[in-house]
Every structure is written in structure tokens, then in C-alpha cells.
């Protein structure tokens, strides 16, 4: 037992998360409309030997499940495939365009946390005050807002009405792209910030309302002690809306990249989309759904190390979802 | 829980009730409420019938034109009258959704948390598959890959969206099938489907309407989300979703078109969540929501 163990089974529900979702993700090639071949021929005449070339090469005329494992085995060797559109290698594509998403998205995470922690700890140690209900109400506009629709409104203001920010593009590499990646970051930020005040409200307010914190009040222990052992003991939820908090960057980076024509792997998903580019969109869901993954098992590593009592459990997860209505677990004890 | 009153007086016992708990909603969720009443009109009653019609004579418009007061989009088209028809689109769409995801957690969520062992264990291990999957990007890409109109995308989000109601009807049934009322209806004899329909269903339902509700502003942002990228609306329909990326170039000429649909999806959205969350606190409190 102990984390080794732990770590193991966490390891193999991963794995079996990403076969599982390949899986899926391939066999919406075969559901898609379109003729790969025809893709891929482009211009070129349909003569049948070429046909018949493309077909093996793409071993097409193999079951399914053998198209399935090929794929699947180029994968484990790194090699995405070949986008159907443009005939590039997938691999090639991702990386240009990798480290624009990743710098967006990762402004957006330091901005969604350094702020949303801060904010949610605050309101929590206030319940009721004013900066409580400010912060609390906001949030609940911030988890209405789609990312896409506060990107337009902030381009209007602050593009087009005050000019402080460039209207699209990506600029110079440098502080030029910072200035362009101010908006998307922002408005990429609001939503997922929302979820993480909300998070740590709810966690840090729980605490608080635990006898061993009113027993060392009572008792004198000094504040800056006190806060330091309920803060610890309100970080794991925190830290397991990790998970949440990349799961929705990414998916909200998708929609915003197209407001602000940022061409990073968001624009590149909707125009695959668009064009029924399915071997990119295969890679890139993949990509993504790998990251959450990996996002979920740090967290839960975190988890296990941070609370003994997660390592002994068969199965150490009761993971909270803040956007989706109520907690079971809450309603029948109030 | 709720003590059963003789039927006579049950009625006004539950009037009663219900005018002490008006009096503690607070001012956000009243106003709130009104939005949700307006935008529950403009689905129902054809309150823009003229919306689609087109002017390309006219062309873009800023907002303040005569005849215009949110001014034109690029077919000529009149901003006001186009985002208080794209409210059915907005709204009819996520409330089946809710519904029909609702209606899936409902059967699953109590299925497996009654009868437990293997169909607990088959349901549970498919929630927890689902769950570690990005929702609304495989809403994406399932609307875009495999196509389809606007109902289409209402299935592919009703299944995406079941999980976690699933997830939360188990957990909630399973509080109540080992309290000694439900033992005792199973020392009656009652019949399963009975037992969950008559005696834990209605103890469940006040969670389970909270959720959906919640659930509505959150398919909200998903869909006009997708439609924003064009999947699952017709090109010209009056839609938020669609008003914004068309309204992207107009910025400059007529910023209202996306200014205005872009509002009141977050307004539609905010109303959803306040009233839905002020529910959820009543129920944390006890009361029946």
C-alpha cells in the first residue's frame, strides 16, 4: 500500500481513460460524412491505381478494429497521422501551433488562480459582509458568461471604444504578444476564474465552520496559526478543481481563439471542424483529453499526499463538480 | 422533511408557506425571476415575427437609425428584433437539454443506486469514464464531425451532459434506500418500480429540479457556444450565438450586433444561475425547495 500503489492505479485508470477515449475519438471517423480518399487525392486524378495506393497506405480496406490499432500504435510512436486537408504531418502542425494556446491559456490559469484564490479565501473569511456578496455575486455572472461573448465585449471596449489593445492577430514575439494576449487571456480567465472563487469559498467556509478551528480560536492560538492549518485543509478541493480549471480553459480557449483570430490549436480544431479535417481533430482531442488527464492524476497524487486517509481508500475519489449544480453529498447533511 | 397535513388543509398550508418564503428572496433573484418570465414570453409568443426579414439595400446600420434602435447587421437585418427572436433558439434548446439529461440521471442515477452490485458498478464506471472527458470540446467536435441541425447537437449535449446527473441522482437515492422507511416498504413487499416512484423519487425531486435548472444556464453557454462556431444552426437563423460571430465584423460599423446578443446571453444566463442558486441554498437549509 502507500502512495506507490496509489500512483499505480491512478497510472492504469489514465491509460485506460485514453484508450477508452482514442477509442471513441477514432470511430468518429468512420461515422463523419466524406471520402478520405477524395481528401487526400485533392487535385490530383482519381486514377485507380492511385486510389488503390492511398487505400493501402491508409489501410483502409482493413477492418476496423486493425485501422484502429494501426492508428493507435502510430500514436504510441509519436506519429499523429497525416491531416487529410493539407497532407502535412499532424505532429509538425501541433507544434507550431502548441506554444500560442499554451501561452494564452497559462496567462489565463495565472489569472483565473493568483486572483480567484485570493478573492474566494477573502470572501469566505467575510461571510456576508460586503466583499463577500461583491465577490460572490460576480462570480455567478463570471460562470454565466461564455468566454467567446465577454472576448467581443471586451473588444469593444477596450479595441475599438478605447483602443488600449490591438483588435486580433498575435504582433511581435516579446512584450508585443503579451499586449495581444492581454484580452484573450482575460476573457479565457473570467469564466474558469468564477469556478475557482467559487471552489475556494465553498472550501475555505467549510472549514471555518469546523470545531477544531472555533476549539484553537478558543483557546488562543494565534490567527496567523490557525489560518495556516484551515488554508491546508481547504486546499484539496481546491487543488482537485484543477482538473475543472484545465478542462475549461481548454475547451473555452477554442471559442475565444476564433474571437480574437488567434491562430493557435482552438482556431486550428474549428477550422479541421470546418473542413471535416478528421485526423487533426483526432490528434487534438487527444492532445487535450491527454492533458486533462494527466492534470487529474497530478491532482490526485497532490490529494493523496496532502490527506492521508485518500491512500487507504479503494477508490480515493469524490471529486466535487461546482458548475453542475449541487454536491450529493451535501444535500442530506445540512 | 415534510409532515403530511389532512388534504383540507394541505392547500392553504402550502399557500402559506409559500408566501413566507417569497418574503426572504432577495432582490438579484426576484429581478432574476422577471428576466426568466420575459425571456419565457418572447419563447412562447411570436413577439418579432418580422426578425429575419432582410435589407441589403439598407446594409449595416449603427444603432440610433431611425426605425433601428440597435441599428442593423450586415443583411440589413434589425438587431433588436433578431435577439428577441433568437430567444427561442437560446432557450428552448437548453431546457430540453436539461430535461433530457435529467430524465437520463433519473433513470440511471436510481437504477444504479437501488438495485447497487453489477448495474451500480457498469453505471458508475460509465460515469466516471464520461465525466474525466472535456464536455463541451467533444460537444464540438461530435456537432462538427458528425453534423446535424439543431436537435442533433440537443442529443449530443443531452448525453454529454448525463453523467453528472446521473452521478448526483445515485448518490442522493443512495442516501434513502437503507433509511429504515424504505426497509419497511420492502418488508411490505411493495414492488421495486413502486418503492423508487411513490417513496424515494418524490423525496429526491427537489434536488433533482434544482440541478436541472442549474444545468440550464449551463447549457445555455454550451450552445451558443456551438453556435457561435456555426455547428448546429443553419446559417441565418436567429440565433445569439450566430449574431455574435457575425457580428464580430462589425465592430466598428455597428457594434450593437454583437454588443446586444452577447448581453443578453450573459443576462439570460446570470438570471438562470441566481435563481438556481438561491434553490440550492434553500435546499442546503432544509426546506423543500
Known amino acids: 500500500m502507500g502512495v506507490a500503489s496509489f500512483l499505480l492505479r491512478r497510472l492504469a485508470a489514465l491509460t485506460a481513460l485514453l484508450v477508452a477515449l482514442s477509442f471513441v475519438v477514432f470511430s468518429l471517423l468512420h461515422l463523419a460524412p466524406g471520402d478520405l480518399v477524395k481528401n487526400l487525392l485533392g487535385p490530383r486524378p482519381a486514377t485507380p491505381e492511385a486510389v488503390a495506393a492511398i487505400r493501402a497506405r491508409y489501410h483502409l480496406d482493413e477492418p476496423f478494429l486493425a485501422q484502429y490499432l494501426h492508428w493507435f500504435g502510430g500514436v504510441l510512436r509519436g506519429d499523429l497521422g497525416v491531416s487529410a486537408r493539407t497532407g502535412t504531418d499532424i505532429t509538425t502542425v501541433l507544434g507550431d501551433r502548441v506554444g500560442l494556446t499554451l501561452l494564452t491559456a497559462g496567462l489565463a490559469a495565472l489569472l483565473a488562480i493568483g486572483l480567484g484564490v485570493p478573492l474566494g479565501i477573502r470572501a469566505a473569511q467575510r461571510t456576508g459582509s460586503l466583499t463577500d456578496r461583491l465577490v460572490t455575486g460576480s462570480a455567478v455572472v463570471g460562470v454565466s458568461a461564455p468566454g467567446f461573448a465577454v472576448g467581443l465585449l471586451l473588444l469593444y471596449v477596450f479595441a475599438v471604444m478605447l483602443g488600449w489593445f490591438p483588435l486580433y492577430g498575435t504582433g511581435e514575439p516579446g512584450l508585443d504578444r503579451l499586449r495581444h494576449l492581454v484580452l484573450p487571456a482575460v476573457a479565457l480567465a473570467l469564466g474558469t476564474g468564477a469556478v475557482v472563487v467559487k471552489v475556494t469559498r465553498a472550501a475555505v467556509a467549510r472549514e471555518l465552520q469546523q470545531d477544531y478551528v472555533t476549539f484553537a480560536r478558543s483557546r488562543g492560538v494565534p490567527e496567523r496559526v490557525v489560518r495556516r492549518s484551515y488554508l491546508r485543509n481547504a486546499s484539496v478541493p481546491v487543488v482537485t478543481s484543477a482538473g475543472l480549471v484545465v478542462a475549461g480553459l481548454v475547451g473555452g480557449s477554442v471559442l475565444v481563439e476564433n474571437v480574437f483570430a488567434l491562430p493557435g490549436l482552438g482556431v486550428l480544431l474549428a477550422d479541421s471542424i470546418t473542413y471535416k479535417d478528421v485526423p487533426v481533430v483526432q490528434a487534438i482531442t487527444l492532445l487535450v483529453a491527454a492533458t486533462i488527464g494527466v492534470t487529474t492524476a497530478l491532482v490526485d497524487l497532490y490529494t493523496a499526499v496532502a490527506d492521508p486517509r485518500v491512500r487507504r481508500a479503494t477508490v480515493g475519489r469524490t471529486r466535487t463538480a461546482p458548475r453542475r449544480g449541487a454536491v450529493p453529498g451535501e444535500a442530506g447533511t445540512a | ?289
Not at chain 2, 200 to 225: D, E
Open chain 2, 1 to 289: 422533511m415534510t409532515a403530511t397535513a389532512p388534504t383540507e388543509t394541505r392547500a392553504r398550508t402550502r399557500l402559506q408557506r409559500a408566501a413566507r418564503r417569497l418574503r426572504h428572496v432577495p432582490g438579484s433573484v426576484a429581478v432574476s425571476a422577471l428576466v426568466l418570465l420575459a425571456a419565457a414570453i418572447l419563447v412562447v409568443l411570436p413577439v418579432a415575427p418580422h426578425a429575419l426579414d432582410q435589407d441589403v439595400l439598407l446594409g449595416t446600420t449603427p444603432a440610433g437609425t431611425p426605425g433601428h434602435p440597435f441599428g442593423t447587421d450586415s443583411l440589413g437585418r434589425d438587431v433588436l428584433a433578431l435577439t428577441l427572436a433568437g430567444a427561442r433558439s437560446a432557450i428552448v434548446g437548453p431546457v430540453v437539454v436539461a430535461l433530457g439529461s435529467m430524465l437520463l440521471g433519473v433513470l440511471l442515477g436510481s437504477l444504479a443506486g437501488y438495485r447497487g452490485g453489477w448495474v451500480d458498478a457498469v453505471v458508475s464506471r460509465y460515469v466516471d469514464l464520461t465525466l474525466a472527458m472535456p464536455a463541451l470540446l467533444l460537444a464540438i467536435v461530435v456537432a462538427g464531425v458528425v453534423g446535424g441541425g439543431y436537435w442533433i447537437t440537443v442529443l449530443v449535449l443531452v448525453v454529454l451532459f448525463s453523467p453528472s446527473d446521473i452521478r448526483i441522482v445515485r448518490g442522493a437515492v443512495l442516501q434513502h434506500a437503507h433509511r429504515p422507511y424504505i426497509e419497511s416498504t420492502r418488508v411490505l413487499g411493495l414492488p421495486a418500480w413502486r418503492v423508487m416512484m411513490r417513496h424515494i423519487l418524490p423525496n429526491v425531486r427537489p434536488l433533482v429540479l434544482t440541478t436541472m435548472f442549474l444545468n440550464i444556464a449551463y447549457a445555455l453557454v454550451s450552445m451558443s457556444g456551438l453556435t457561435y462556431l456555426g455547428l448546429g444552426v443553419s446559417p441565418g437563423a436567429a440565433d445569439w450565438g450566430l449574431q455574435l460571430s457575425d457580428g464580430r465584423d462589425l465592430l466598428y460599423s455597428n457594434p450593437a450586433a454583437s454588443v446586444v446578443p452577447g448581453l443578453a446571453i450573459i443576462l439570460v444566463a446570470t438570471a438562470v444561475n441566481l435563481v438556481g442558486d438561491h434553490l440550492s441554498e434553500r435546499l442546503e437549509q432544509g426546506e423543500d425547495a
